[in-house]
């Protein structure tokens, strides 16, 4: 195994965690694998068994793994003809959620606090009208924010900001083109439906399982881009396991293909490391992620952003340039501050540590 631990550098389960995927990953320990006991990777690796325990727990969770009674844990990670095959470890995580459009409440005074701020500190500039792709502080929070908490190490210039997604999808369409056939999951959000429907794009519905988008209707679509919401499909609840999430890269590795991956809500899960985004697992540079404000905050703030890849910024600036940013100096500068202060981050932190309560004692 010869895996090697920073103790300098935390968390540490996190360290066995990554290298342990990249192994199941890369076919080191194929499918059905018996992996290391707790003891003995404890030993190698000169920790404890709860810390090796708590990176098992998390492959348990993300679906790479699965424990197995008095037998100990066994890779259920596959790949099959470039497509992975579909997992069983997540199907008991298709629970439903009450509603897309709201979430638990922002502290109201810290946000007007720092509304205050902003316009005290600010004064006139908050009149100005933004770039064309956003005011260059939030996009700077935002790459920041995204690196530490999503894997996801970009160049400002690759951030967009708009209001709200339904915008965003828009403006992906302009982008990717209207002769294109968009694959979008089924059920979805409906909204995603009706933005194509009004952009009059053909769609193809994609039926899902437990774990995400049926293979065999990924592997027959005529569609040459993917929607997904991989987190938590709304209104199923279905969360993309690891395998899946690695298929649907597979999926867009062929072609000119790209995938538009919604990660809403994602900051809320209970896990103790929030899923790996398809851009951040994707060195293929096919991928444009999306999120916004409107559960992490309010719904009536109508701020999200997207990212693009590098190979789509040119295509921007010649189809794109000349739009103007859709959202407020004065909204992008308060984000700004909440996510450069911790105050965004603190509250995140605080309705997952209660979700986690929540589930224990439910």
């Not at 993309?240 to 590795?253: D, P, V």
């Not at 103007?324 to 309705?351: A, K, W, Y």
């Amino acid at each position: 195994m010869k895996y090697k631990i920073d103790k300098q550098s935390h968390p540490i389960y996190l360290q066995i965690y990554q290298q342990l995927k990249t192994d199941i990953v890369n076919g080191n320990y194929p499918y059905n694998t018996k992996l290391p006991s707790k003891r003995l990777l404890a030993e190698e690796t000169e920790t404890s068994i709860v810390t090796v325990e708590h990176a098992y727990s998390l492959l348990c969770e993300e679906g790479y793994i699965e424990a197995r009674e008095r037998s100990g844990f066994f890779v259920v990670f596959r790949t099959s003809d470039g497509f992975v095959l579909p997992s069983l470890a997540m199907t008991h995580r298709a629970e439903p959620p009450q509603a897309r459009s709201t979430g638990p409440d922002f502290p109201f005074s810290v946000l007007a606090k720092t509304m205050r701020g902003v316009i005290s500190d600010y004064g006139g500039e908050i009149l100005k009208r933004p770039p064309n792709k956003g005011c260059v502080e939030l996009r700077h929070a935002l790459r920041q924010y995204l690196a530490k908490n999503r894997g996801i190490v970009v160049d400002i210039e690759q951030i967009v900001i708009g209001s709200g997604a339904e915008y965003l999808y828009g403006l992906i369409i302009e982008l990717l083109g209207r002769n294109r056939v968009y694959g979008i999951e089924s059920p979805s959000y409906e909204q995603i439906k009706q933005v194509y429907h009004t952009h009059e794009v053909a769609y193809e519905d994609l039926p899902l399982s437990a774990d995400g988008i049926e293979s065999a209707a990924l592997c027959r679509t005529a569609a040459d881009i993917l929607h997904t919401t991989p987190y938590r499909s709304f209104p199923s609840g279905v969360t993309a396991s690891a395998g899946k999430r690695h298929e649907y890269i597979s999926w867009a590795g062929t072609g000119d293909r790209f995938i538009i991956e919604d990660d809403f809500e994602s900051e809320f899960s209970v896990s103790s490391k929030p899923e790996d985004t398809l851009f951040a697992l994707s060195d293929a540079d096919n991928i444009i992620y999306l999120n916004t404000f409107s559960k992490t905050i309010s719904p009536s703030l109508r701020v999200g952003y997207m990212v693009l890849p590098q190979k789509l910024l040119q295509r921007f600036e010649e189809k794109l340039g000349l739009y103007s940013c859709t959202v407020p100096t004065f909204e992008q500068l308060v984000l700004t501050q909440l996510l450069e202060n911790g105050d965004f981050e603190r509250h995140i932190n605080r309705v997952r540590r209660h979700k986690r309560k929540a589930a224990l004692h439910g």
